[in-house]
């Protein structure tokens, strides 16, 4: 798996957009971007991912950028429950073990 | 359905004692995971299965580790006399296994407690 590279931690007001960046710049071909988030005392919850084309669902948008050396993980309005570690990952082939480096702690404050 | 289930969800027990985890998958998937996290770590891979077989063994700790896994299905995860260094939250995850992109979906946990 590529290297990924967070801000170790980011502050965010509530209702606001949370905007958590990723740099990936030695990502292959065929690795894809993988958001995962791990709350407190809970399991790591997967959130969202893409290979080339920005994607979104009911959670997250991701925003990769063109030469895919980065990525950008995008909570619409952000709640206090969104309050957690935010995991990038490059990675491609099923299978295998899932590293996480020390992700973004996020703070969602009232 | 329902997503990844384990159980117990707690586990406090004797060092020396034997303990048996449960890892109930998400139906269909074939594709089994087990990690620990110590507390304020990261992810720690233990084993993974593929269907019933267990290509990748290496991250088990020692050998009073073992896991196995029945029907393609539920798995269970042993530590035969267990030490203190063995407390930790261990957490299942499953995946369909499609080729290329692969996305993994965990359990709870259960939390180890050995005193």
């Known amino acids: 798996d590529a290297k990924t590279t967070q801000p170790p931690s980011m502050d965010c007001a509530e209702g606001r957009a949370a905007n958590l960046p990723c740099n990936h710049s030695?990502?292959?071909?065929?690795?894809?971007v993988y958001w995962y988030r791990q709350i407190h005392s809970q399991g790591p919850q997967y959130i969202i991912h893409?290979?080339?084309n920005n994607e979104t669902n009911e959670m997250a948008s991701l925003i990769i950028t063109e030469d895919r050396k980065s990525s950008t993980l995008i909570l619409p309005h952000a709640t206090l429950r969104d309050t957690a570690v935010y995991y990038c990952?490059?990675?491609?082939?099923?299978?295998?073990?899932?590293?996480f480096g020390g992700g973004t702690r996020l703070m969602v404050k009232p | 359905g329902a997503g990844v289930s384990q159980s117990p969800s707690n586990k406090v027990t004797e060092k020396g004692k034997d303990v048996e985890l449960r890892c109930d998958p998400i139906?269909?998937?074939?594709?089994l995971y087990w990690y620990r996290q110590s507390l304020g770590q990261g992810l720690e891979f233990l084993i993974y299965?593929?269907?019933?077989?267990?290509?990748?063994k290496s991250g088990l700790p020692s050998d009073r580790f073992s896991a196995e896994r029945t029907g393609g299905s539920v798995s269970t995860l042993t530590i035969q006399r267990t030490q203190q260094e063995d407390s930790a939250v261990y957490l299942c995850a499953s995946s369909p296994f499609r080729t290329g992109a692969e996305t993994q979906y965990f359990g709870p946990g259960t939390r180890l407690l050995v005193l």
């Open positions: 139906s269909g998937h074939t594709a």
């Open positions: 893409g290979l080339k």
């Open positions: 030695t990502i292959s071909g065929n690795e894809y």
């Open positions: 299965f593929q269907g019933n077989s267990a290509p990748d």
């Open positions: 990952i490059a990675r491609n082939n099923a299978g295998n073990m899932l590293t």
